[in-house]
């Protein structure tokens, strides 16, 4: 089924958006994951007031021009698909490699976190970080 110009530009302007409205993404190569494991990823991932979005490369590329996500430009090629947080970064990093630990033929591409790029390695660090309601929980019960 050939996509119209109209659903382009629509697309487009969403990820022109998402891109615009968030400091951190992450790039997810998907290839070999079955729809059951990516519905179940996307819940996984929407849990954590995080966004999956399957993209297409060169309308990604357009998109974030312009961002600090202009760098990973270089890294949308193949089976690409963006996990965007706006919130919690860490919250987010500890499902995606969870998640990913269990799908052995998925693997991040590339990263930004907070507006800077990141190694896809450094995501497993990120993960191993307190999340924000874990870290407000232990400054409660210090105080």
């Given at each position: 089924?050939?996509?119209?110009?109209?659903?382009?530009?629509?697309?487009?302007?969403?990820?022109?958006?998402?891109?615009?409205?968030?400091?951190?993404?992450?790039?997810?190569?998907?290839?070999?994951?079955?729809?059951?494991?990516?519905?179940?990823?996307?819940?996984?991932?929407?849990?954590?007031?995080?966004?999956?979005?399957?993209?297409?490369n060169t309308l990604a590329k357009r998109a974030s021009a312009g961002t600090?996500?202009?760098?990973?430009?270089?890294?949308?090629?193949?089976?690409?698909?963006?996990?965007?947080?706006?919130?919690?970064?860490?919250?987010?990093?500890?499902?995606?490699?969870?998640a990913l630990k269990d799908l052995p033929s998925a693997s991040i591409k590339?990263?930004?976190?907070?507006?800077?790029?990141?190694?896809?390695?450094?995501?497993?660090?990120?993960?191993?970080?307190?999340?924000?309601?874990?870290?407000?929980?232990?400054?409660?019960?210090?105080?």
């Amino acid at each position: 089924m050939a996509v119209t110009r109209a659903e382009k530009e629509t697309e487009l302007q969403t990820l022109t958006a998402a891109f615009q409205g968030t400091d951190t993404a992450v790039l997810v190569d998907y290839r070999g994951v079955t729809v059951p494991q990516v519905t179940e990823l996307r819940q996984k991932i929407r849990a954590t007031g995080s966004r999956y979005i399957v993209v297409k490369n060169t309308l990604a590329k357009r998109a974030s021009a312009g961002t600090p996500f202009e760098a990973l430009s270089s890294h949308f090629i193949g089976q690409t698909a963006v996990v965007f947080t706006g919130t919690d970064p860490v919250a987010m990093a500890k499902t995606l490699t969870t998640a990913l630990k269990d799908l052995p033929s998925a693997s991040i591409k590339a990263a930004v976190v907070q507006g800077r790029v990141v190694p896809a390695a450094a995501m497993t660090d990120l993960a191993s970080m307190p999340s924000k309601p874990e870290l407000y929980a232990k400054l409660l019960y210090v105080l």
